[in-house]
């Protein structure tokens, strides 16, 4: 028997009305959600997402203010800014870095330092959205290549910058210095409120000391941008300040000739113009190209030069420290005269050596092979001068003792830091009992004071001393402050300049007169020992020569320098300064292992001297004294 069941319709009505109820409920749940969200974003949190959208529309960019230029004293470019093309990536907008990387080495020569390079910028601390460089110099080629793909490249920039560069490249590398990246460390130290767009600092020379007023201020521009982040317009921008420009007292003729006369022999070399102060010739070789600090040196080849034994990088000029030998003679003379110890008319047996009192060891002296008269024939101070006489100036240095020849060498600037604006100069060491005592731990001998008497033991020195010391000498103990700077358009950087030390007053001012005519004997004399520099001139020189010994031999061993290893020859100097009448110029040449001060450093100071004063145009004259 089938049972017929009946539908409930009211039962069915109750159910369709809650679930309709249910329904209607969460609908409006969702719709107050929803009206409360959208009430969060577009009133509670509206100037949030209006700075946020503005900043996928609209970015704020530096400016980098154009690099100082700097020149010669003639007006003549040293330091530039050249248009250059950089291909960047703004890694924010990269997609794939490895397919990118990939894809640009087929469109650019690409080398593994350029890769290498941009890989460690990328590391680097960086404002976001800021582009990190991958190859600069990019040639008109390159340039339409990317701009072609430019639609497959996400996050691929080419812009257009200024680069500097150096003109006269290894020539005035050491004097100049060079820009380079900055690294981690001096982005920790440095404002970068002045270095925002940024990328190089100056890392020496010039570029280093000058580097605050070379830089200049940076300025900024907001701008409408893509998706793809190109500048769609400019709606807002302060112009950078440009950095300061230098007019130096460095001479191209000058630098170029004294580079060339070194032909690639290790040393180095400074001039001074004695009416300003000026430093017009500042030589080291061998060099470098400086440009390469700014494009970025191979890894090879810097690691080479790195390695190098003859330190192209090492700035001999003014870092390089040295045994004066005899070109201190004429100071330590004054020394004498001063305390007392000797006088012009004063003359010596000369037997050849000089001996101690109660000791048994020997100074020798070679001298005396060269005089006609031999062994035992009585010299004074003019003729030591001139020959280079060791055995007097023992005598003297022993009788004027150490503070005697120290209070003298330091008023000539020796041991210490004269010049105004050269980075980081060596101080030299002008030694006292108390240097030695901390330095070395034992006491001051006699014979230390009679190896100071020929600028040997523990007396060091640099050209950029010897030449000042020079150029007080020619200006008669009249001192000035030794500087590069001649001009700016920064009028601040000539205030800043640092008063000059004391003049040099000696006791009797004739004693001025009297060295020099030593001092010209020494170049224009019969027995001079820079005799050879005389011929064809038509102005007298003032100079001394010196040989500073490397190892020791037994001075009456009779040897031949070409026989001896190149690097275990003694090292050549030359000082002096030109024309004897009324001086212009005062040098210091100093050659490593080049045997002998008067055939291989003079020439190259007669060189200077030629250009100087016959070739190049008179020198102008200008800033403190």
Not at 459 to 478: D, K, N
């Amino acid at each position: 028997m089938s049972i017929e069941r009946f539908q409930d319709y009211a039962r069915e009505q109750v159910l369709v009305f809650r679930r309709t109820l249910l329904a209607f409920s969460l609908i409006a749940l969702l719709c107050v959600l929803l009206a409360a969200r959208l009430f969060y974003l577009q009133v509670v949190t509206h100037d949030v997402h209006v700075a946020r959208s503005n900043n996928n529309r609209i970015s704020l960019q530096a400016l980098p203010p154009n690099r100082g230029l700097i020149y010669d004293s003639q007006g003549r470019l040293l330091a530039e800014n050249l248009p250059n093309h950089r291909l960047s990536l703004v890694l924010e907008r990269v997609i794939d870095l490895d397919a990118t990387l990939e894809q640009l080495t087929d469109l650019v020569d690409l080398s593994e330092d350029d890769i290498q390079r941009f890989h460690q910028q990328r590391q680097r601390p960086r404002r976001p959205f800021s582009p990190v460089p991958l190859k600069n110099g990019l040639n008109e080629e390159e340039i339409a290549r990317l701009a072609t793909n430019r639609y497959f490249l996400d996050g691929v920039e080419v812009e257009a910058n200024l680069m500097r560069s150096y003109p006269h490249g290894e020539i005035f590398a050491h004097a100049l210095g060079y820009v380079g990246r900055i690294n981690s460390a001096e982005r920790r130290s440095l404002d970068n409120r002045l270095y925002v767009g940024t990328e190089y600092v100056g890392k020496s020379g010039v570029e280093r000391f000058y580097e605050e007023a070379l830089l200049g201020k940076p300025g900024s521009q907001t701008v409408e941008i893509n998706a793809r982040g190109q500048i769609l317009r400019v709606l807002d921008q302060t112009l950078p300040e440009p950095g300061a420009d230098l007019q130096l007292y460095l001479d191209i003729d000058l630098q170029k000739a004294t580079y060339d006369a070194f032909d690639g022999r290790r040393g180095g070399a400074v001039a001074i113009d004695l009416e300003t102060g000026g430093i017009v010739a500042m030589v080291s070789s061998p060099s470098f190209d400086a440009n390469q600090f700014v494009v970025g040196f191979n890894s090879a080849d810097y690691a080479a030069m790195q390695s190098d034994i003859d330190l192209p990088f090492l700035n001999r000029a003014t870092r390089g420290q040295y045994a004066p030998a005899s070109t201190i003679k004429p100071f330590l003379g004054f020394a004498g005269l001063e305390v007392g110890s000797t006088s012009w008319d004063q003359r010596i047996e000369d037997p050849g050596f000089f001996q101690l009192p109660n000791d048994d060891r020997i100074f020798y002296d070679w001298t005396w092979r060269i005089r006609p008269e031999g062994r035992g024939a009585k010299i004074g101070m003019a003729q030591a001068i001139q020959e280079s006489s060791n055995t007097f100036f023992y005598h003297m240095a022993y009788n004027t003792r150490l503070e005697g020849l120290h209070d003298m060498l330091d008023q000539f600037g020796l041991g210490r830091i004269t010049t105004a604006d050269v980075h980081n100069p060596a101080r030299g060491i002008n030694p006292t009992r108390e240097w030695k005592r901390e330095r070395h731990g034992y006491s001051w001998y006699a014979g230390d004071t009679v190896n100071l008497g020929i600028g040997q033991g523990f007396m060091l020195t640099t050209p950029m001393q010897m030449a000042i010391a020079t150029a007080v000498m020619g200006r008669h103990g009249e001192w000035f402050t030794p500087r590069l700077l001649k001009d700016s358009s920064d009028d601040s950087l000539l205030e800043a300049l640092p008063e000059p030390p004391p003049d040099v007053a000696l006791s009797n001012p004739n004693h001025w007169q009297r060295m020099e005519e030593a001092l010209v004997g020494v170049v224009h004399g019969p027995r001079g020992t820079a005799r050879s520099l005389a011929q064809g001139i038509d102005y007298q020189i003032v100079g001394k020569t010196g040989t500073a010994q490397v190892f020791s031999i037994e001075n009456f061993e009779d040897h031949d320098s070409d026989e001896v290893d190149e690097r275990m020859r003694d090292h050549a100097w030359f000082v002096g300064y030109a024309p004897r009448d009324n001086p212009r110029i005062a040098v210091a040449v100093l050659v490593e292992n080049g045997a002998s001060g008067g055939r291989v450093a003079g020439p190259i100071a007669r060189r200077m001297f030629d250009q100087y004063l016959l070739e190049a145009p008179l020198a102008q004259s200008g800033g403190q004294q």
